[in-house]
């Protein structure tokens, strides 16, 4: 993963917890567990994905700011490099394997939300991330188990 990013040091797998944005920046990968996730992330369609933050994020959070950075400019994926990455539901207890599903090329709707997690309340971030371009109608059905219509 480290040279796919072009980061400077190896970074501990387990420590990254669904993304990490390394203080040198520039990049973010996101990882999915598809319909294992803790908040329902979910593809809205081929090459859109509803997703919710880390607990305990706002506004404020070092990587929410990042990726509101320039929000909404035609220039945003040229300073913000996002790779998706996403496990499907069936995966996730033996082959334990991600799909690169591509880039995403912007987020819109960002807003502030409060779960319950286990009987508390915690606050996090949810948007809509639009990859650059949209994953093929097999991979979709095949992370998704649906066909889009």
């Not at 945003?76 to 090329?105: C, N, Q, S």
């Not at 508390?120 to 109608?137: F, Y």
């Amino acid at each position: 993963m480290e040279r796919l990013l072009a980061w400077p040091k190896q970074i501990n797998g387990s420590s990254v917890g669904g993304y990490l944005l390394p203080k040198e920046g520039g990049s973010m990968p996101v990882f999915v567990k598809y319909a294992n996730s803790q908040y329902a992330d979910r593809f809205l369609n081929p090459q859109e994905m509803h997703w919710f933050s880390k607990n305990k994020r706002s506004f404020k959070s070092r990587e929410i700011e990042w990726m509101a950075q320039g929000q909404g400019d035609a220039d945003w994926g040229a300073t913000h490099f996002i790779p998706l990455f996403v496990m499907r539901k069936a995966d996730a207890e033996k082959l334990k394997m991600y799909y690169y599903v591509g880039r995403d090329g912007s987020c819109a709707n960002m807003r502030e939300t409060a779960r319950d997690n286990s009987g508390e309340t915690v606050r996090l971030v949810e948007m809509d991330l639009r990859l650059t371009k949209p994953l093929s109608a097999e991979l979709y059905q095949h992370l998704t188990g649906q066909i889009d219509a």
